[in-house]
């Protein structure tokens, strides 16, 4: 099945599809001029030759002796035919040659009789031999294998090899030529998807692909205009909210004087909160580029998390083995900083467990904390922005509804694999697979 995969695609299917188009031509070709030229050709040929074998014997019966060797000799140089009254050793044909049973039916037709041709060497060469009975004597008649002259099977087979030759060849370069604007688009599309937004195809070629890649290079220009739009407006929009949090802050700390010390700790929260969600919205909506990855410590990473952590009062409990790999190691800090916040989060100071293995060229972490999880007909739509469970948002476990949209807008540009599940016990596992070189 991977295989038919493999190989289902356009350019093999193409291919194949001329090539059964081209030799099918071309066998069909070969039949009917087989059948309607080379053979009544053939047979006419047998014929002409048949009547001329009749007149040749008829002619050496009446000449006399001592003109029959000037008549051997004009045979010879003008007919390539032989001829003697000598026995000839003879012997069955060891092969079917086409002109032969067409040549003794014609034989058949003048002599009246069943007539065989036969074969013998002579002179080092292949030479057919046919005996014409009469009263007198036999006479035999010979011509060399040469006198055929063109074979239509051998020249028929030449002619499908040299076509077979050609079609592969023309098949090959029609295939490239065909496939070729679609390579080249799906190679554009697949940077447009990586954030390499200059891209550009060239507008040349058939009419056709040159429409094509002109409305693909606007769609790309209109889809660069609306990024850029997008990121003045939000930036514009978190200047314009910042400004009043940083004065707000600013107040706050000019109250720090007066008693209501709770009332003063929440309104930091909810400040603190409006600026992470500021934070997170501008960072999903501009996106982030795929960068090159790099040779990194796994096990050094892991480790500078959980001890972040533990300033903060969390406890990781991991475990990894994983020898140096390349990966990129800002999107997997961000990824696993944000399934941590979320884990942490829900787990009411737990304890969340991290496992890191590597296989193959696969890096596989897994995330398991203790918190009440999430039930399985809403695992997935968490990854949506701004998506909440109920109940989830309070002054204890109230997030920006970004954290795993983020984690998943990152996993999708760098072609890496997420996966939630229930726990077994309790709590949430999060499956994070990770192609490495």
């Known amino acids: 099945m991977n295989l038919f995969r493999r190989l289902n695609t356009i350019y093999i299917n193409t291919g194949l599809t001329l090539a059964f188009g081209l030799i099918s031509f071309t066998l069909l070709s070969i039949l009917l001029v087989f059948y309607f ?25 009446a000449l006399p002796e001592n003109k029959k060797a000037e ?8 007919h390539h035919l032989l001829i003697t009254d ?14 032969i049973p067409k040549l003794e039916k014609a034989l058949k037709h003048h002599f009246k009789q069943e007539i065989y041709v036969k074969q013998s060497a002579e002179e080092g060469s292949l030479c057919f031999w046919i005996a014409i009975p009469n009263t007198e004597q036999v006479v035999n008649i010979g011509f060399l294998h040469d006198r055929f002259g063109p074979h239509p099977p051998k020249a028929m ?12 060849i023309t098949t090959l370069f029609l295939a490239r030529r065909i ?33 094509l890649a002109r409305n693909f290079n606007s769609m790309v220009q209109e889809i660069t205009q609306l990024m850029s739009n997008r990121s003045i407006l939000f930036g514009g929009i978190s200047h314009d909210l910042r ?5 707000m802050q600013i107040a706050l700390e000019l109250l720090e004087s007066f008693d209501n010390t709770e009332l003063i700790a929440d309104m930091r929260n909810d400040l603190n909160e409006m600026e992470l969600l500021i934070q997170n919205a501008l960072e999903f909506v501009k996106g982030m580029d ?8 796994i096990n050094k990473i892991l480790n500078e998390l959980a001890s972040d952590y533990a300033r903060q009062k969390h406890t990781i409990d991991w475990q990894s083995n994983c020898n140096p790999c390349k990966v990129e190691i800002n999107a997997l800090r961000r990824v696993l900083c944000n399934l941590l916040d979320n884990a942490f989060r829900y787990s009411n100071n737990e304890p969340v467990n991290l496992n890191c293995t590597q296989e193959k060229n696969t890096l596989l972490i897994h995330i398991i904390d203790q918190g009440p999880g999430i039930p399985e007909d809403k695992l997935n739509a968490v990854f949506q922005p701004f998506y909440r469970l109920d109940n989830s948002r309070n002054k204890n476990t109230g997030g920006s509804g970004l954290g795993l949209a983020i984690v998943q807008q990152l996993c999708d540009i760098h072609d890496w694999k997420i996966e939630l599940l229930p726990g077994k016990n309790k709590g949430l596992e999060v499956k994070l697979k990770i192609p490495i070189n």
């Open 37 to 61: 030229v080379l053979s009544p050709m053939a047979d006419r040929g047998a014929d002409d030759m048949g009547g001329l074998i009749h007149i040749i014997s008829k002619s050496w019966l």
């Open 71 to 78: 008549f051997q000799v004009h045979l010879r140089e003008q």
């Open 86 to 99: 000598n026995t000839i050793p003879v012997t069955e044909l060891k092969s079917t040659y086409p002109f």
């Open 157 to 168: 087979f030449g002619i499908l090899a040299a076509g077979l030759f050609l079609i592969l």
């Open 179 to 211: 496939t070729r604007p679609i390579k080249t688009l799906s190679t554009a599309v697949n940077l447009i998807g990586s954030g390499q937004l200059s891209t550009r195809i060239p507008e040349k070629g058939p009419q056709e692909l040159a429409i």
């Open 243 to 247: 400004t009043p949090i940083t004065r």
């Open 290 to 297: 795929k960068h090159r990855a790099f040779k990194v410590k």
